[in-house]
């Protein structure tokens, strides 16, 4: 009974640890296939990534039912708990990312007609590699236990962020030259806002890592360098 009780646990465990892969490919699925429909005015592609988040909604909520019910259950201690824990938290900074996607899909649509300068646009395409890049290695790093691979994507997440402020800069400065650039550049806008909230999403699961691994919750800091609530003084003169 005791050998049964013991494998019946570990295949809880590796249940959400299923869920929690499921999940991260189907978030980097949707990030990417958004960036794609906002790039080449694709509507289908974004349509496909708003229905998709349901589903992944849906796996959200899978993981807080199984985590929950291994709690109650089992009373875990010390790692196994903070492997329940890590699950649930890593769930929910997925849940968010495909949140992101989302809406990123929904500026596409709303955009569709629309010719974008290839400057904004390349910015965003490099920001959003980034921040693929960002989530693949740090999922990568929860399924392998990698501190260091953890430690160095949270400690990389200012790129993402003085790539947004630069971005920031320059779509200001459009609709500032014409009003007529006013909608695009405010769509435009919120999609790499979206994308820097990936980052930081993919920064969280960082933590999530070297807490489950170290039994230490990180208390420095994070880099930041999203500058861009300062990019824009006030002048009374104007």
């Not at 899909?105 to 400057?119: D, F, G, M, N």
């Not at 953890?150 to 009003?179: G, H, Q």
Request: charged share 25%; with cysteine; aromatic share 4%.
């Amino acid at each position: 009974m005791a050998d049964h009780t013991v494998t019946a646990y570990d295949e809880e465990l590796q249940t959400l640890a299923r869920y929690i892969s499921e999940m991260g490919g189907m978030s980097e699925s949707m990030i990417g296939e958004a960036l794609q429909s906002l790039l080449q005015a694709d509507t289908v592609r974004a349509k496909k990534v708003i229905a998709d988040d349901k589903d992944l909604d849906k796996l959200q909520r899978q993981v807080e039912e199984d985590a929950i019910l291994t709690i109650a259950k089992r009373q875990p201690m010390a790692s196994d708990l903070r492997e329940i824990i890590a699950a649930l938290r890593v769930s929910n900074d997925l849940e968010r990312c495909g949140d992101l996607a989302k809406n990123i899909a929904k500026r596409a649509i709303a955009i569709e007609s629309l010719v974008l300068p290839s400057k904004l646009v390349h910015g965003i395409e490099h920001m959003a590699e980034l921040a693929q890049s960002q989530l693949t290695k740090v999922l990568n790093a929860f399924v392998s236990g990698d501190v260091e691979q953890a430690e160095l994507v949270w400690k990389n997440d200012n790129e993402i962020d003085a790539i947004y402020t630069s971005l920031f800069r320059e779509l200001l400065t459009y609709m500032m030259e014409d009003p007529r650039n006013i909608s695009y550049c405010t769509h435009l806008l919120f999609c790499a806002k979206n994308i820097e909230r990936i980052g930081d999403h993919a920064t969280n699961i960082a933590e999530t890592v070297i807490y489950k691994v170290t039994g230490v919750q990180l208390e420095d800091e994070r880099p930041k360098g999203d500058n861009s609530a300062i990019q824009v003084p006030y002048n009374p003169a104007t």
